[in-house]
């Protein structure tokens, strides 16, 4: 029988670990937006930014600003930086920036609405299969064109696929952006499973897709997008005919270890992590109603694709390792690489737009012959 002392001392030893293993567990897995307010300041025709890697980075960018962050700010090249600050061009506002410094939330969204892709887009919903109902946007194409269905990241919004939607109206295709619970404005739900359950609504979406005439279905998805695409095509090899994948997450256990490695926390509480969340104990204990199953998590290796795949990343990427891509790319025959310019994670199309868009555009375009 351990004394009163020693499980005393257990608890203390313990504890701390079991909070900082919840904490890194929600790290992954949490769906709460993590977008920091910056104080931003107007200086005639500019934006003054205090001076990050994020702010100084070349491209366009969004920023979030007014009551509950609702209005945009479309900002442009960068005019001066010095050790404190960035100063950057305004292009276009929503709203009359205010003279006295403001709160901001620095984004990618480079556009505030669909309506700045097309005029005649349509909010609809897409029935699932549990009986509930998932918002999505349509953008309509050609009556005989293919339909590209557009899944976003964790932790983000529609609006961040609209870089994706606007390659596909060049190329006359429908678009169809969905959400999926979890998502930034999707069905609630308090976790990702990121990607092991997600793939269900995605699969509705395409049945959603055929159901209204689409004659093809392509893919095209961001980040944790990415699983829930390859895991869809796990269970369904021909669920759809082509596929695209920017900045892609392909091995969660590895993307784990990453950001314990970024963190510069000790190796091993990767695997306590990990394991904890592939539990059914572990996962309860933190708060994830099932356990995560990390060797599916995992569609490098033993996972076969047999589509089309088109894969756009950046080595910039400190989120997700371009290695893992890298990896992805060798282990899969049917997948083409393209490296943009140096860019934080999924960024490419803010970073290096040109080629962004004329290579998904090409990309979209090219017809899957059909059987």
Not at 17 to 40: Q, S, T
Not at 324 to 347: C, D, I, N, S, Y
Not at 352 to 357: A, G
């Given at each position: 029988?351990?004394?009163?002392?020693?499980?005393?001392?257990?608890?203390?030893?313990?504890?701390?670990?079991?909070?900082?293993?919840?904490?890194?567990?929600?790290?992954?897995?949490?769906?709460?937006?993590?977008?920091?307010?910056?104080?931003?300041?107007?200086?005639?025709?500019?934006?003054?930014?205090?001076?990050?890697?994020?702010?100084?980075?070349?491209?366009?960018?969004?920023?979030?600003?007014?009551?509950?962050?609702?209005?945009?700010?479309l900002i442009g090249p960068v005019h001066?930086?010095?050790?404190?600050?960035?100063?950057?061009?305004?292009?276009?506002?929503?709203?009359?920036?205010?003279?006295?410094?403001?709160?901001?939330?620095?984004?990618?969204?480079?556009?505030?609405?669909?309506?700045?892709?097309?005029?005649?887009?349509?909010?609809?919903?897409?029935?699932?299969?549990?009986?509930?109902?998932?918002?999505?946007?349509?953008?309509?194409?050609?009556?005989?064109?293919?339909?590209?269905?557009?899944?976003?990241?964790?932790?983000?919004?529609?609006?961040?696929?609209?870089?994706?939607?606007?390659?596909?109206?060049?190329?006359?295709?429908?678009?169809?952006?969905?959400?999926?619970?979890?998502?930034?404005?999707?069905?609630?739900?308090?976790?990702?499973?990121?990607?092991?359950?997600?793939?269900?609504?995605?699969?509705?979406?395409?049945?959603?897709?055929?159901?209204?005439?689409?004659?093809?279905?392509?893919?095209?998805?961001?980040?944790?997008?990415?699983?829930?695409?390859?895991?869809?095509?796990?269970?369904?090899?021909?669920?759809?005919?082509?596929?695209?994948?920017?900045?892609?997450?392909?091995?969660?256990?590895?993307?784990?270890?990453?950001?314990?490695?970024?963190?510069?926390?000790?190796?091993?509480?990767?695997?306590?992590?990990?394991?904890?969340?592939?539990?059914?104990?572990?996962?309860?204990?933190?708060?994830?109603p099932a356990p995560l199953d990390f060797?599916r998590l995992d569609w490098i290796d033993?996972?076969?694709?047999?589509?089309?795949?088109?894969?756009?990343?950046?080595?910039?990427?400190?989120?997700?390792?371009?290695?893992?891509?890298?990896?992805?790319?060798?282990?899969?025959?049917?997948?083409?690489?393209?490296?943009?310019?140096?860019?934080?994670?999924?960024?490419?199309?803010?970073?290096?737009?040109?080629?962004?868009?004329?290579?998904?555009?090409?990309?979209?375009?090219?017809?899957?012959?059909?059987?």
């Open positions: 029988m351990i004394p009163a002392v020693g499980i005393v001392a257990i608890v203390v030893v313990i504890a701390p670990i079991a909070w900082l293993i919840r904490k890194l567990a929600f790290r992954v897995v949490g769906v709460a937006p993590r977008r920091k307010a910056i104080v931003a300041r107007r200086v005639g025709d500019s934006v003054e930014l205090p001076r990050s890697v994020l702010t100084s980075a070349p491209g366009r960018y969004g920023l979030w600003f007014g009551e509950e962050f609702q209005q945009h700010i001066r930086v010095d050790e404190r600050y960035v100063l950057r061009s305004v292009l276009s506002s929503t709203s009359t920036i205010p003279s006295d410094p403001f709160e901001a939330q620095l984004t990618g969204h480079v556009m505030n609405s669909p309506s700045e892709v097309d005029p005649k887009w349509e909010d609809i919903a897409i029935p699932l299969s549990d009986g509930e109902v998932a918002p999505a946007w349509l953008f309509p194409g050609r009556d005989d064109a293919p339909w590209v269905i557009h899944v976003e990241g964790i932790r983000t919004s529609r609006l961040v696929t609209l870089r994706s939607v606007e390659a596909a109206e060049r190329a006359g295709l429908t678009s169809l952006v969905i959400t999926y619970r979890g998502a930034g404005d999707g069905p609630a739900a308090r976790v990702s499973y990121l990607g092991q359950r997600e793939w269900l609504d995605l699969a509705d979406a395409v049945r959603f897709a055929r159901s209204r005439g689409a004659s093809q279905v392509y893919v095209v998805a961001w980040s944790m997008g990415a699983g829930i695409a390859l895991e869809l095509l796990r269970h369904d090899p021909t669920a759809f005919e082509r596929l695209a994948l920017i900045a892609p997450a392909t091995n969660w256990m590895a993307i784990v270890r990453h950001g314990i490695r970024r963190a510069r926390l000790p190796a091993f509480l990767a695997a306590l992590v990990t394991r904890t969340m592939a539990s059914s104990a572990g996962s309860k204990l933190i708060g994830i060797h033993e996972f076969t694709l047999g589509i089309p795949t088109l894969v756009i990343h950046s080595d910039g990427d400190e989120e997700i390792p371009f290695e893992l891509t890298r990896e992805f790319a060798a282990a899969h025959g049917t997948v083409k690489l393209v490296a943009t310019k140096t860019a934080p994670h999924g960024w490419e199309a803010n970073v290096d737009p040109e080629l962004f868009q004329s290579t998904l555009t090409a990309w979209l375009a090219n017809p899957v012959p059909t059987t």
